[in-house]
Nanobody
Framework: QVQLVESGGGLVQPGGSLRLSCVAS????????MGWYRQAPGKQRELVAT???????NYADSVKGRFTISRDNAKNTVYLQMNSLKPEDTAVYYC?????????WGQGTQVAVSS
């Protein structure tokens, strides 16, 4: 059973930064794609950013230019650097990994952007 453990969430003021981490219980090279999704209260879960094994990245339009996804294969970790945070970025952020047809999710980490 694969485990994805997120960390790095918290409360930050608008304009601030946070870095989320997702540590996998096995080599992340085995996943075709990893990424981050988020879910705000009363809203559907939405894609934030993804990164493939080859390093190709994809971002939601709402975070382009502010968020950066990266991976460290040696540490089995995927990161999400979030800069210039806005109140509308407030959500639970979930780590996601796909291996073939199998999808894995972390338990989520809360990000709150408020003054």
């Amino acid at each position: 059973q694969v485990q994805l453990v997120e960390s790095g969430g918290g409360l930050v003021q608008p304009g601030g930064s946070l870095r989320l981490s997702c540590v996998a219980s096995r080599s992340i090279i085995s996943f075709n794609v990893m990424g981050w999704y988020r879910q705000a209260p009363g809203k559907q879960r939405e894609l934030v950013a993804t990164i493939t094994t080859g390093g190709t990245t994809n971002y939601a339009d709402s975070v382009k230019g502010r968020f950066t996804i990266s991976r460290d294969n040696a540490k089995n970790t995927v990161y999400l650097q979030m800069n210039s945070l806005k109140p509308e970025d407030t959500a639970v952020y979930y780590c996601h990994a796909r291996s073939g047809l199998t999808v894995y999710w972390g338990q989520g980490t809360q990000v709150a952007v408020s003054s």
